[in-house]
Nanobody
Framework: QVQLAESGGGLVQAGDSLRLSCAASGRTFSSYAMGWFRQAPGKEREFVAAISWSGGNIYYTDSVKGRFTISRDNAKNTVYLQMNSLKPEDTAVYYC???????????????WGQGTQVTVSS
């Protein structure tokens, strides 16, 4: 079992940066692939980024490549999403996710956090 808690969301202006954090419970955090998803109002939840347990494999959706960076600190049981050059279309609830399989974490992860709101004003 893994419990996830996101933090770091907020209201920013276009072009600003935010860093989201996701703290995970459990002693086996380092064996899980981690990911971030987002859901904008009236839209389906979509994949944003994922990182393997070692950090050696990283994936992004095309719309955030070059602007967002996912990273993890296994000693702190935490995964991060650094978001730069934010746009109004990045406005969404951002969810942390975990799965033992990196291929699953980009589509149907087993574990989800409660989400944190990110709002980007123009």
């Amino acid at each position: 079992q893994v419990q996830l808690a996101e933090s770091g969301g907020g209201l920013v202006q276009a072009g600003d940066s935010l860093r989201l954090s996701c703290a995970a419970s459990g002693r086996t955090f380092s064996s899980y692939a981690m990911g971030w998803f987002r859901q904008a109002p009236g839209k389906e939840r979509e994949f944003v980024a994922a990182i393997s347990w070692s950090g050696g494999n990283i994936y992004y959706t095309d719309s955030v490549k070059g602007r967002f960076t996912i990273s993890r600190d296994n000693a702190k049981n935490t995964v991060y999403l650094q978001m730069n050059s934010l746009k109004p279309e990045d406005t969404a609830v951002y969810y942390c996710a975990a799965d033992r399989n990196i291929l699953a974490v980009v589509s149907t992860p087993d574990y989800w956090g409660q989400g944190t709101q990110v709002t980007v004003s123009s």
